[in-house]
């Protein structure tokens, strides 16, 4: 590198200038990447361009201020292009061109292999394909319709992700929402991992695909830089939601590589890099701060009115019956008191109750139909622009999301989400509808709080309880009505359980919670008839569980019954035996969960055929007590 | 009904007469969910003149023989129409009148609330939406690529699942392929379950997207039963992926239903459901067979070559070090020497090895590119028409595919799955591309097999052993390369383990897989060095899993350290509590897991980070014993 001071580009440079930044961002990208011994430099090479382009003259940003409200959003939905992303980080002078060549995808340093929010220009991870372009679409959503601000969104695509099906999720909702602020900029550079893309350089192909989806189409020869600069202006007039569709070259700029198969991902050997830098003359030192945001602040923002206003939610008697999807719904609703508090609909929100959120508040209430992937993208790009979401669907289907919940946790944003309609005890819709799985996927996802309640008091509890809790929170909810346990006023802190029914000699401990919890309540009435006393416990926070509790109902009483409606992987029965396994004590232990293949049928039926009702949790219990008296 | 003997109907019946079929359909469909107290009448009144024309003049199928290879494959993507199916397989006579009206959503029947193959003339499981005509694409391709047979597949869609992403996937490898054979029927009826639909009526928005993905559009009115026949006509003349968009009215037929919103789902109450059959002249009794299929046989089936014609995989030698996605990719291809093998990459073939298939055998390798819950729809698909599917990518990126990995089991078909790139191991590229949650979502499918090797040798035998393992069975495979530790001829039984060290006087054992099989083994010579007697369990079978063996490790030492490249919730250290659960014994425990947020790094400062590295082991191992003196 050269010593002297650098040269400052701005809106006004000439192309020429900008060219010659593109050529530098190419050749750090080559840098980078060899100095790190891992990378994807070429599928940098060819976005160069574009990114030269976008960021002196159209990209409204304050790289001093990165939180300004007012600022465009930039989002490298092709995240294994961070070479390229972290070149033009030095280009403004947020990061040192000695940060880029000495720990870019180096232990404990924040230029990760692939970009996460670490950096503070960085909105959302990406590395998963076909997610970057969702949450721009979220983001977008957030700013128009929450925050009301002028910012813009740019996402850079890679042509190869546009086979995700995520993709046109999330245009069909920059068409259906009209998102005239958002854009995207797919680098068809021909090349995927293996070979050639599905579409190759058919641009037109791609822009007949983004207009049918109700986006405008803009082909342009991604190196030409006029060109770039006329379809990136005119994508930005905020007309329509468009789709800059740029038929680029691999490896551009570096003719050893140039359009070649068989260097995805990876860095330039040492001797090509020389030589690649030099035929890049990336010796210059240019530094460049494009357009600034406009002075309009946000009409609305998160903190705009005080946290603490939530409604009242309903209150409920003791023994009403009350399925827990109906109070969730409500609390939702009352929650919405609080403006940070947004919800979003996978097309059932009539089943979820969620839609009683949107009743209450329309214009917070967001309707992704059936696009379960989007809602959660659209969740993580409101909790990016500092909202609280909830989203809300069957269970079962959440896991049409577990990619998006997985890098939402890898994006450290803060989401609750409720799966309602869980386990067999749906009853007629069969197994297809029935969440069997959901409980193992959410505690997986990394500092996830799980929370499954079983009466309507828990549940509108839980459901506020989540606005604040950090991370991904998640709320199992049932189907059917049952009991109202407790009284109103009741605490439910999360990490916490509940001891329903327990006495000097309680021989034997059931712990349930949802549908089970009430099977396990009318099995101690069973046992009690026995002779047997039975302890129960309402296990209303699967993770972060009670340990003390469960280590106390371990140590004094001889068994434990643990029931779940859910599969016997990854639920409450391991949850249990983890909390368990580095205490003392060791009761007899018996976990019924399902196992066989449900159908339709009523919930007794089920919950009976599954081997989760009453009758198998009191022959549980009595069988490891080995009491066969009665 | 009336008593008198059936009016049959067949590929020359009048139109006339095929409309008072859609009559009798609908007139079934609504007194079958009347009768089951649930379901989606409405939903099957819009589409019945479409199925009333498809089943009398162009299905062409066997009913008598519903295994005839040469026969027309019907799914109803949308499977909540369950009572307009099971209608007409009435009206072929396939079952009674009374089955139809006594057991559909009951207990213990097969006449379920969405259809499933427990019924002899469904192929897939469906009911979460977006995923029947993905499976047709993958039936689709293996009637032509892998059975030449002359069979074709009609998709009946919903409107509202067209928001999924997923059917994008699927039309766009329909047109990919030129699955001139496959045809798709969208029930355009406006209203979903919450409300109108995204499109509503604008059939125009839904050609444009059909044919920007490349296949055929036909809109049509689809109560207009000679344009219906004429649409099919075409969409059934082999020249093009179609798709028939269908403008329908949703409840059509009754008038106090129809076009109205809030009867999503819901059975029509007994005084309506009763003029509604009035206004049907539904008491007729007809019975359809319509054109049977061609009797050409098939050229190609699975069962054409012996089924043991493996080749010989390769052979390792102990102590070299050789990554088990190679031995993967390496024993796969050999076993393609079976013909009823196939392979199924995500444009990641080249890292996961799969591609090593595909060199060997590149009429059975298929690329879907990057669109993992296609991958996974072709292999459901492929399984359905009795091959054996191998579906590879990264580990972290199965979890796009979740929502078809779960529904696959319900569809109760045999494939396998192999995830590569597990955990922080993986190193600089970051923690998006870090399987870390796949044994969780691996393990709670039902019935799943979950196999981990940590060398080459198990390897290649578990690959093998796959082809035979019934359901859904996974491999975990690691990216860098370890130490062989089996000979060749070592027997890997699934539900087996391996102890690797052990001795007379073993204070605690250390339990891995993968990566951290190895870091076991350097543990265990540590502290050797400090006196401490180790034994070494490789747990490669993590479901089914080796109670005895882990029992006996656990009577026999005082303490147990679990240590797994997974999140501590649902992995291989669950699945060892769960295990000895029910054993008596009960040492000391310790389990060593990822629990924070991984960045980049080389293998050994990730894993050190994440405390599951040797020194962790060891240290555990220490603790546990309260050994502390060395």
Redo the contacts between chains.
Sequence with gaps: MTTSSPTLLGPGSALSEVFALAQQLRADSVRASTA????HPTSSLSAADLMAVLMTRHLRYDWDEPENPAGDHLIFSK?HASPLLYAMFKATGAITDDELMTTY?????RL???P?P?LPWVDV??????QGIAYGVGIALAVRELERSPARVWVLCGD??T???????AL?KAG?HRLSHFVALIDVNRL???GP??LEWDTD?YA??V????CRAIVVDGHDLEAIDSALTTAGDGQAPTVVVARTVKGRGVAEVADKGGWHGKPLPEDIAERAVAELSGDRDLRVRGPRPPDASPVASPGDAPRDGAAEPPRYAVGDKVATRVAYGAALAALGARPDVVAL?A?????THA?DFGKAHPERYF?????E??MIADAVGMAVRGFRPYATTFA??L??A??FL??A??S?VTIAVCGTHCGVEI???????MG??DL??M?????STVLYPSDATSATALTIAMADVEGISYLRATRGAYPVLYAHGEGFPVGGSKVLRSGENDEVTLIGAGVTLHECLAAFEELANEGIQARVVDLYSI?PIDTQTLARAARETEALVVVEDH?????I???V??AL??TGS?P????LAV???P????TD??LD?AGISRTHITRAARTLLDRWEA
């Design positions: 790190a011994g891992s990378g995240g995808r180096r232990f404990g340093h990760q292999g692939h996460t670490v991870a990406t590395g998963s394909l076909g190869s992700e086979a995700e099906g995520s993709v046109w999720e069909d259906h995927g991992q293996c893309t599905e192909a007949r695909r207009e049918a989806f109700g609909d097309e059932v929100g009539n089943s839609e309707q992704t139909y059936i696009a992937q989007q079962a289907f896991t049409r577990h990619d997985r890098m946790a890898v450290q009853g007629a819709d069969g197994p297809s509808q069997l799985e193992a996927m505690r997986a996802i990394r500092g993770k599969h016997p992987e990854g639920g029965g391991e949850a035996l983890s396994a580095t060791r007899a232990f018996a976990h196992t066989g293949l159908g339709s049928g009523t039926e089920l055929a």
